[in-house]
DNA sequence: GTTGTAATTAGCCATTTAGCTTATTAGCTT
DNA sequence: AAGCTAATAAGCTAAATGGCTAATTACAAC
């Protein structure tokens, strides 16, 4: 739960998220859409990845991420815990 | 927006938020809960309060602090966002 | 105004992080 | 197996971060 709030505090991260709601895409058409190098990028994704925020499927010579909505329910779960005074403290 | 997601990347800070979830507290009794100095309290709390994500208001000579729950509904209308297909991309 | 208490700010240090460039791995294709 | 493409890993650097101690502000009470 850590290695998630952590991955989500950089705003490229999130980009990234942002992008994958619209569809499931491969390391270079994630990288295509942001000014920095490619691996930067496969460096964020790793981030993600081991946050359990996206999910990595090979298919071929390309790897395709999808946006896991498991792990961000979870942590919209985590969230509404905080405003629900009733939960458990 | 921002500086909600980086504010939240640090374990202490969603301690501290946890531990307002049971009504506001002063700074010396959010401290007490922790085993880091004060001054180091004092500046993950101006950092939360930054963030929006508490409110600070002086009481005679402390300063009480209480949980923004508005911010934190943000934070989760944002996350929403993102497990939710229809929404604006 | 001086003393005392609550809290923050300033200044320093070690660690982490995000970026880059240059290897290296994994899987096609010929 | 040799070459090509997709992607990650390695190694480096500058900047950000979280911790500490010491100094400073803010208010109350004497």
Redesign the pocket.
């Given at each position: 739960m850590n290695s998630a709030f952590?991955a989500l505090?950089?705003?490229?991260?999130r980009d990234i998220i942002e992008l994958l709601r619209g569809g499931s895409l491969?390391?270079?058409?994630i990288?295509q859409h942001f000014?920095?190098?490619?691996?930067?990028?496969?460096?964020?994704?790793?981030?993600l990845?081991d946050a359990g925020l996206i999910l990595?499927e090979?298919?071929?010579?390309?790897?395709?991420?999808e946006l896991n909505t498991t792990v961000v329910e979870d942590l919209i779960h985590h969230l509404m815990g905080w405003v629900k005074p009733g939960a458990q403290p």
């Open positions: 952590r505090a950089d705003p490229t991260r491969t390391s270079g058409e990288a000014p920095v190098a490619w691996a930067t990028i496969s460096r964020h994704l790793a981030i990845r990595a090979r298919h071929g010579q390309q790897i395709v991420y």
